[in-house]
């Protein structure tokens, strides 16, 4: 038992946890980093992958937006939606809006032309095959100019957010479509859910780009299939009012090509695939996420947007057991549609089955290593009880407040630097009390420890402060022809007795220049009686004087003046002079106040006679213009307690005399 109190004990007992410990932070950071490097590489090609989105997006908008805001004013196609004729609209707008799918199909999927110039698959570009039409909104009847899930999607809706088409439910933007045949759309007619009750004129002020989920009839096998179609709405204005008339709406597919090459090129790396997808309407549409993890990752990614997420996040999951990356970015951020995300997940299986085996070997090395360093203690040891007992006990007296104190240096390795950088340090620590001291004098005590405890800096604050000055009448008058020391001795014995008046009533002494002295109240903290403390606090000086004239060599008057109000306050100054103090309108009124203070007065403002009107006797002053002050001020005027008595006295007896009349 006496072995465990010994130094080599302790020292042993004490560095071992260090080296457990320091091991243990290694490692984590080692995994960190060797997981940010891992993750990188992921969250790169998901940069990637969402920059094709973002540039294909633009692109697209670039070419369509213009084109559609032009048919958008045409004026027969405004007529047709006000008289919401259905069918003029189709016959209008579907042919240009054909034409225009027709190129865009070209151009963004050149693997759709075929050797015939693309006429047997999509009719050739600018020359729209004949389709029948039924009438309504939208595509009606075979059309063989796009292939299968590539057809593009226009409908209309009225200004009160109604489709003129035909809507199905489980769209987010209200646009979903029923099952295709052949290729074909149908829709249904019905109000957009997510507007709610807001006006769809004031959500639709400009063209706005929108997603949404359209189900697929698959042609083998009888199955649904899920796509994401990117839609322009473009609002429709009456040319001669700019009046809200409704929208139309175009749309093309987003293809799932990128996902499915980063998803080939990925499989066979060591790191494992990255599956991905487009979360839209509360879905998730993707051709690499297995089924039996769609269902997990699209209530993942419900619960971040219900969290609060608006326009990227990623998170650790667990699917099935297996710890999963999940990285998600809004395609369409701060739009007034239904949020569309692109989501990338990926296995982390690989990470973890390398961070493991880190762990073992990091393991194993951390034991051989202990082993070593017990050796190495117990024979290094021996040579440190000494000095270390020395600077224990050293370090015991610097905790009693003793900086004086140093320990000898007798050694030239580590105990020695460390002996000679703890006779530093309490050197420092010395000349810090002193400095310490030193602020303490120049600085009032509150304001100083302040500083201490927030490293030398009050930030500026608005608050609600009473301010007074006080300054010696005829101090030129008296001070002439004075020797500058015994002007010096003279302030001096006349601050000293000012500064204790002020802390005794909380006051904080401001500043002191000349013969005048600023008092603060409320500032940096407040009593919550401010303006009363100074008032109290000026009465208090005035009588400390009075009894100083009795004794002092010199017999001196001050005038007081004192104004309550919203100041800054503040350390102010450089960085390397700071001074804690208070600037505004009040500020200049008080010294204004303590201007036309006679000897033995105190003038204060009316804000200040309203919080000490309950124990002070004061009687207003005629309204004045004073230096610096753009309105009108009305001062009073704080009466001797003397006076007051005899006021009240007074008072009383002419009311005695008019009880006997």
Not at 240 to 267: C, H, M, N, W
Not at 298 to 308: E, H, I, Q, Y
Not at 402 to 423: H, I, M, Q, T, Y
């Amino acid at each position: 038992m006496h072995w465990i109190t010994t130094f080599r004990a302790k020292l042993i007992l004490t560095l071992f946890p260090v080296v457990a410990v320091v091991t243990v932070v290694a490692l984590l950071m080692a995994e960190r980093k060797f997981s940010a490097t891992y993750r990188r590489l992921f969250d790169e090609q998901f940069e990637e992958q969402v920059g094709m989105l973002t540039a294909a997006k633009k692109k697209r908008f670039e070419a369509l937006s213009t084109i559609l805001q032009n048919m958008a004013a045409q004026p027969k196609v405004v007529e047709a939606i006000q008289k919401k004729d259905f069918k003029e609209l189709s016959q209008l707008l579907r042919p240009q809006l054909e034409t225009l799918a027709q190129e865009r199909m070209l151009t963004e999927f050149p693997g759709l032309r075929q050797a015939d110039g693309g006429r047997a698959a999509l009719g050739g570009p600018g020359r729209p095959s004949p389709s029948n039409d039924r009438g309504g909104g939208g595509f009606k009847g075979r059309d063989t100019r796009f292939p299968a899930g590539q057809k593009p999607y226009v409908d209309f809706i009225d200004a009160k957010g109604h489709i003129m088409g035909i809507q199905r439910s489980g769209s987010g933007l209200g646009l979903a479509l029923d099952a295709q045949e052949g290729g074909e759309v149908r829709h249904q007619s019905g109000k957009m859910p997510w507007l709610k009750n807001r006006k769809f004129e004031e959500v639709l002020t400009e063209q706005e780009v929108g997603y949404f989920r359209v189900e697929l009839e698959n042609r083998n096998d009888g199955r649904p299939t899920e796509q994401v179609r990117e839609v322009f709405i473009t609002p429709l204005r009456d040319p001669k009012d700019q009046k809200f008339v409704g929208a139309f709406v175009f749309g093309l597919p987003l293809t799932s090509i990128t996902e499915r090459l980063l998803y080939e090129q990925t499989k066979r790396s060591e790191q494992g695939e990255i599956m991905s997808g487009i979360w839209v309407e509360d879905q998730l549409v993707t051709t690499t996420i297995p089924e039996e993890k769609r269902e997990e990752v699209t209530a993942l990614m419900s619960d971040a947007f219900k969290a609060g997420a608006k326009t990227h996040r990623e998170l650790t999951v667990t699917i099935e057991g297996m710890r999963h990356q999940l990285l998600f970015r809004v395609l369409n951020p701060g739009s007034p549609f239904p949020l569309a995300a692109q989501v990338n997940l990926y296995s982390l299986a690989a990470l973890d089955s390398e961070i493991s085996e880190l762990r073992r070997n990091v393991g194993g090395l951390a034991v051989v290593a202990l082993g070593a360093g017990l050796m190495v203690l117990l024979f290094v040891s021996r040579t440190l009880s000494g000095p270390v007992s020395e600077l224990a006990a050293a370090t015991r007296q610097i905790e009693q407040g003793n900086f004086d104190v140093r320990v000898p240096v007798r050694r030239r390795d580590e105990l020695g630097v460390l002996a000679a950088s703890f006779n530093q340090m309490a050197a420092g620590l010395a000349l810090q009390e002193r400095y310490r001291s030193v602020l303490n004098a120049v600085a009032d005590r509150t304001v100083a420890q302040q500083l201490i405890e927030q490293s030398g800096r009050l930030g500026g604050e608005l608050r609600h402060v009473s301010m007074l000055f006080c300054d010696i009448r005829g101090f030129t008058a008296i001070t002439e022809g004075m020797p500058p020391a015994e002007v010096i001795e003279m302030l001096n014995e006349h601050m000293t007795a000012l500064t204790d008046v002020a802390y005794e009533h909380g006051g904080i002494v401001d500043k002191f220049v000349g013969d005048l002295i600023m008092v603060l109240f409320g500032a940096p903290r407040s009593t919550g009686s401010d303006g009363l403390q100074a008032v109290q606090c000026a009465q208090a000086m005035l009588e400390r004087r009075r009894e100083l004239n009795q004794t002092s060599k010199h017999s001196l008057e001050m005038g007081i003046g004192i104004a309550t109000g919203s100041v800054v306050a503040g350390c102010m100054g450089s960085d390397q002079r700071l001074s804690y103090t208070v600037i505004g309108h009040r500020v200049n009124l008080a010294s204004r106040l303590c201007s036309i203070a006679l000897p033995g007065e105190i003038v204060m403002d009316e804000e200040t006679y309203a919080e000490a009107r309950a124990i002070v006797h004061a009687e207003p002053m005629p309204a004045m213009q004073l230096k610096g002050i753009s309105e009108p001020v009305h001062p009073w005027r704080v009466m001797p307690a003397a006076h007051s008595q005899n006021l009240v006295r007074g008072q009383v007896e002419i009311g005695q005399d008019e009880g006997s009349a």
